[in-house]
Nanobody, 115 residues
Framework: QVQLVESGGGLVQPGGSLRLSCAAS????????MNWYRQAPGKERELVAH???????QYRDSVKGRFTISRDNAKNTVLLQMNSLQPEDTAVYYC?????????WGKGTQVTVSS
């Protein structure tokens, strides 16, 4: 059974950094692309970053140059390094797997950027 467990969120001041981690299990991690999404209060969930099995990466425009997605296939983990955080990055961040036309989600981790 697929399980995705996020960690690493918290409260940070503008300009600060956080590193999110998603521990994956229940599938052959190295064979699948992985995603990070976020959802701010009152807004739709949006794709933040995407990484393929071959480490091709894509980002939404608003985080390019600030966020870095990476994966560790030995540890079945996908990471999101977030630098130069801004208040508009405040959201619940979710790890996502799309497999066999189904979406799997973790429970999310809260990131709050505030002074």
């Amino acid at each position: 059974q697929v399980q995705l467990v996020e960690s690493g969120g918290g409260l940070v001041q503008p300009g600060g950094s956080l590193r999110l981690s998603c521990a994956a299990s229940g599938f052959t991690f190295s064979r699948y692309a992985m995603n990070w999404y976020r959802q701010a209060p009152g807004k739709e969930r949006e794709l933040v970053a995407h990484i393929t099995p071959g480490n091709f990466r894509q980002y939404r425009d608003s985080v390019k140059g600030r966020f870095t997605i990476s994966r560790d296939n030995a540890k079945n983990t996908v990471l999101l390094q977030m630098n130069s955080l801004q208040p508009e990055d405040t959201a619940v961040y979710y790890c996502n797997l799309r497999k066999d036309e189904m979406d799997y989600w973790g429970k999310g981790t809260q990131v709050t950027v505030s002074s």
